[in-house]
T-cell receptor, first 114, second 115 residues
Framework: DTAVSQTPKYLVTQMGNDKSIKCEQN?????MYWYKQDSKKFLKIMFS???????INETVPNRFSPKSPDKAHLNLHINSLELGDSAVYFC?????????????FGPGTRLTVT | GENVEQHPSTLSVQEGDSAVIKCTYS??????FPWYKQELGKGPQLIID?????GEKKDQRIAVTLNKTAKHFSLHITETQPEDSAVYFC??????????????FGKGTHLIIQP
């Protein structure tokens, strides 16, 4: 009965590979997000997605692309992985798109690029 | 854009004592200030928030204060308990920003409750 779930929990891969992280929410929320948390715990938003509208943080490389097959899922695809992509990636969801809506976070996916 | 500074980076207090975490923000347009708690191996969870039209908000043992003039807000935890041990993040944003322009987080405070 997990509200926001992510798979896998851990992902170890080599530079240059392409990988995906899956996210699902069963809260019936309209908006989903991807965040990146670096080794110093700094948390930064990457994307938000609402009703097929994607808002991208301008600092995110275009090697990262979110894909939403339906309202309950927002997967993160990463091409040509680099060492600097190593981080914990969090998916989140909220009932609406405004900042006043509480965001519910998943447990995170720890990505290690070697 | 918004810049949020958070202090201290680590805070160790005795069980039962109070803990205070402080944040400053740079954008005077910011009007929403949530606080998140992240336990080991888990995602952040909203614990309390405050909007700019109030100066203080309290929920049981936790409270948040906001000084708009100084662009400063703080989290206060009283009667600390072992389960309060976690990393706490402050954030700031404006209701006029959406999605990826939204929350700007501080760098986190690792709160350690000593038994």
């Amino acid at each position: 009965d997990t509200a926001v779930s992510q798979t896998p929990k851990y992902l170890v891969t080599q530079m240059g590979n392409d990988k995906s992280i899956k996210c699902e929410q069963n809260l019936g929320h309209d908006t989903m997000y991807w965040y990146k948390q670096d080794s110093k715990k700094f948390l930064k938003i990457m994307f938000s997605y609402n009703n097929k509208e994607l808002i991208i943080n301008e600092t995110v490389p275009n090697r990262f692309s979110p894909k939403s097959p339906d309202k309950a899922h927002l997967n993160l695809h990463i091409n040509s992985l680099e060492l600097g992509d190593s981080a914990v990636y969090f998916c989140a969801s909220s009932q609406g798109q405004g900042v006043f809506y509480e965001q519910y976070f998943g447990p995170g996916t720890r990505l290690t690029v070697t | 854009g918004e810049n949020v500074e958070q202090h201290p980076s680590t805070l160790s207090v005795q069980e039962g004592d109070s803990a205070v975490i402080k944040c400053t923000y740079s954008d005077s347009a910011s009007n929403y200030f949530p606080w998140y708690k992240q336990e080991l191996g888990k995602g952040p969870q909203l614990i309390i928030d405050i909007r700019s039209n109030v100066g203080e908000k309290k929920d049981q043992r936790i409270a948040v204060t906001l000084n708009k003039t100084a662009k400063h807000f703080s989290l206060h935890i009283t009667e600390t308990q072992p389960e309060d041990s976690a990393v706490y993040f402050c954030a700031a944003t404006s209701q006029f920003l959406r999605g990826a322009d939204g929350l700007t987080f501080g760098k986190g405070t690792h709160l350690i409750i000593q038994p």
